[in-house]
């Protein structure tokens, strides 16, 4: 078989296909509100996938590892519901923010612990959690809500880094989505990772320690979800238990869409930093959008969910199917001739 061109094999990676996702987006965006390609329109873009985009970079990790936690916006519900009520209380703000990202650590802390040590399989116990931990932000602060936090820390969270269109909380989000692409392209670390997902068993003869590795990929998990609990309330200027609704299924989406498998071993963050920007585009698009029902949103998302995970197994299929093929067409000829010989053979 002949060898592939590198251009040919850039083309067809999955990072590309999203880049020209993300340029008809744009065209389309532009095409259905001329305020689309304005720095207002980028700057409530990035401020309304923020908490999403947080949450997706420890996810992506944990998908690696072939693990899921469909909990994350269900602990920043909690982070923000306790925020209120310690705000209430009249604890410190840098204090409580502190105690936030702590609690979200300590959620994702008891996913890890039912995964790895009772062996239950993390699809079902974020299932569980996932209603767990937001019963639990309602049992804090109920159904109020607080709104009063200082104008300095909510001005930071709403505001734009340096007199530009950037947000602080993206400003944010790419130091953290830089931390965790050095964690998991280039330390022993997210070598191991790698190695869960793509076979635990094997990882483990090696002597990689799976069990823990996969608890703190969890508790990171939850650590930023708290994190994100933060961000929310301080952007919205307000703590309560029923925010970031639905977080979870976005950040799912932009972790499968950005080329992570769901089977574990393969992904990158530079994947999942795209698939964002893409989401990020189609929903403020279909938002400037008079014509388009807000309904879309969840369409879209929900569709762009099942074609990720369908386009790589049809294409790994197309590859087997054709790798078959070329070895059948190379064994075919030897088995003739050796038919053809042994006639000849008997007959001398």
Known sequence: MPAESPFYARALRWETLI?????????????????????????????????????????????????????????????????????????????????CIAIGAACGAVNGILVTRFGLPSLAVTIGTLSLFRGLAFVVIGDQSVTDFPATWTDRAFGNFGGTAIP???????ALAIAFGVLLHATGFGR???????????????????????????????????LAGVVISLRNSTAAANVGTGFELTAVTAVVLGG????????????????????????????????ISSYWIQIVTGTLLIGSVLVPNLVVRAQEARTHSFHGRRQWPWRTRVDTSRPQEESA
Do not use: H
């Not at 693990?67 to 409580?96: F, K, R, T, Y």
């Not at 602080?168 to 790419?174: E, G, I, K």
């Open 19 to 99: 880049v020209g996702l993300i340029a008809v987006a744009w065209v389309v965006g532009g095409f259905l509100s001329s305020d689309f390609y304005s720095a207002d329109s980028f700057t409530t873009a990035s401020l309304d996938l923020s908490e999403v985009a947080l949450m997706a970079l420890p996810l992506a990790l944990v998908v690696v590892a072939a693990e899921i936690d469909l909990s994350v916006a269900s602990v920043l519900a909690l982070s923000s519901a306790c925020m209120g009520e310690l705000w209430n209380a009249g604890q410190p703000i840098e204090l409580i923010m502190v105690e």
């Open 260 to 291: 992570v498998s769901i089977f574990g071993g393969r992904g990158t963050i530079g994947g999942v930093v795209l698939a964002l920007v893409l989401l990020g585009s189609i929903n403020k698009a279909l938002t400037l959008s008079d014509s």
């Open 168 to 174: 602080n909380t993206m400003v944010l989000f790419a």
């Open 192 to 226: 191991k990772v790698f190695a869960i997902g793509a076979n635990e068993e094997a990882a483990r003869f090696s002597g990689v320690r799976v069990k823990r590795i996969k608890f703190w990929l969890f508790v990171m998990s939850g650590a930023v979800a708290g």
